[in-house]
């Protein structure tokens, strides 16, 4: 699975592992319709490993933690789990850590899929994945969301109590006073070993929700253009439809100084369900995929208003292999993107010519390759556009088919 993909579950029971070259812990959240948990008792993990619908289990060490939803179980009012992991060892963060979640199904144990988060670095906690219930039936999503500040910030942003520091004691020999918002000493401990038994403080940062991404967040077309900001995603659906027609992907870019020509290179990358590379639609293979992709063609100066390349895609004729679509731009002669102006990429009806998308990429860097935005095919057919906006060093598209696999 990528970010932001689902499929649904054909059976009641599932179980999600996440496993990871370091020892993880482990939790699952029960949200309602607005995010949050009822109670603290939503909060299921090492200490208190059962709710309603949910439990938790110790891999002990030789094994993975993990998360068993039995939907049927599920309370009225729940319309979510998440599934989250942090590294066990204290002020770990998944820098040169890559975990992995498998969901399967818990009573014959089958795969049902695999979710590997891309990109993570000073994250200390991760909500891996959802089992969410959407029009009557379940389904599971890859989500891959970072938190600086650990298990216990991400209870916080779903309504679990966090504890506060108790208040320094007026002489070394007296206990520390508890301020007035501690919560009553039944709530589980968040840091699942090393919290003392007794109620005991959480960290001073795990206080305050995180702030999410930048340009985090989903939506759609129904109310016309949209113009994407790094890392956030559009639906393209309107009206509830999915848009199955041709789009066009417009890539242009400008000199950053006068009468100076730059040659940049546009191309999409195609990619299969386990980021596999398919192929590649550039300058030097204009169509691919059986013609459901087509380039229009280099363009050697990026002169002129309007897009410099053109990138056509058919997105019902988009044959099964291909899940997901990254859209990047090299410098074959080498010049870096600080010296380029106004970079950017649009999705265009080809039937209306009408812009749907467009993305801005507002700083540059001294590099020779970006990736822009890619398009990822859900279970349910429909396509979602999300803008990237990631530097790489590299001339050509070859360069980017790893960098833009781990970008899925």
Not at 132 to 157: E, S
Not at 351 to 358: D, I, N, Q, T
């Amino acid at each position: 699975m990528t970010p932001g993909s689902n499929i649904p579950l054909a059976v009641q029971r599932v179980t999600v592992d996440v496993t990871a070259p370091v020892r993880l812990d482990v939790s699952g959240l029960l949200l309602t319709a607005d995010g949050k948990v009822r109670s603290d008792d939503d909060f299921i993990f090492y200490n208190q490993p059962s709710g309603p619908g949910v439990t938790y289990t110790s891999g002990g060490g030789s094994a993975p933690d993990s998360i068993t939803v039995d939907t049927a179980a599920v309370p009225p009012g729940i319309e979510k789990i998440v599934v989250t992991a942090s590294p066990d060892a204290e002020g770990q963060s998944f820098q040169g850590v890559e975990p992995t979640a498998t969901i399967r199904g818990a009573d014959d144990g089958s795969v049902l899929a695999t979710f590997t988060p891309p990109q993570l670095g000073a994250e200390t906690a991760l909500v891996v994945m959802e089992v969410y219930l959407r029009n009557g039936a379940w389904k599971a999503r890859a989500v891959g969301q970072g938190y600086a500040n650990g298990l216990a910030g991400i209870a916080t942003d779903f309504g679990v109590s966090v504890e506060e520091p108790a208040a320094p004691a007026a002489a070394p020999q007296a206990p520390p006073a508890p301020p007035a918002a501690m919560p009553a000493p039944t709530t589980p401990p968040l840091d699942p070993r090393t919290a003392p038994p007794a109620p005991a403080a959480a960290p001073a940062a795990a206080a305050a929700a995180p702030a999410p991404a930048p340009g985090s967040g989903k939506i759609n077309l129904d109310k016309g253009r949209v113009s994407l900001q790094k890392n956030q995603t559009v639906s393209l659906v309107k009206g509830g439809k999915p848009l199955l027609s041709q789009v066009k992907m417009g890539l242009g870019w400008e000199p950053a100084y006068r009468g100076k020509d730059i040659d940049l290179d546009a191309s999409v990358i195609a990619y299969g369900p386990q980021r596999n590379h398919v192929d590649s639609c550039y300058f030097g293979k204009l169509s691919i995929v059986g013609g459901a992709i087509k380039h229009s063609g280099d363009n050697l100066t990026g002169e002129g208003g309007g897009d410099d390349e053109v990138i056509v895609v058919d997105l019902g004729r988009i044959p099964q292999e291909v899940t997901g679509l990254v859209f990047t731009v090299n410098s074959f002669t080498g010049q870096k993107f600080t010296e380029v102006a106004k970079a950017y990429c649009r999705l265009i009806d080809a039937a209306s010519g009408e812009e749907l998308v467009r993305f801005d990429l507002t700083n540059a860097e001294a590099q020779t390759g970006v990736m822009m935005a890619k398009l990822i095919k859900q279970f349910s057919g429909e396509w979602e556009m999300t803008a990237i906006g990631e530097f790489v060093k590299s001339r050509t598209v070859r360069g980017m088919v790893k960098p833009a696999a781990k970008s899925l």
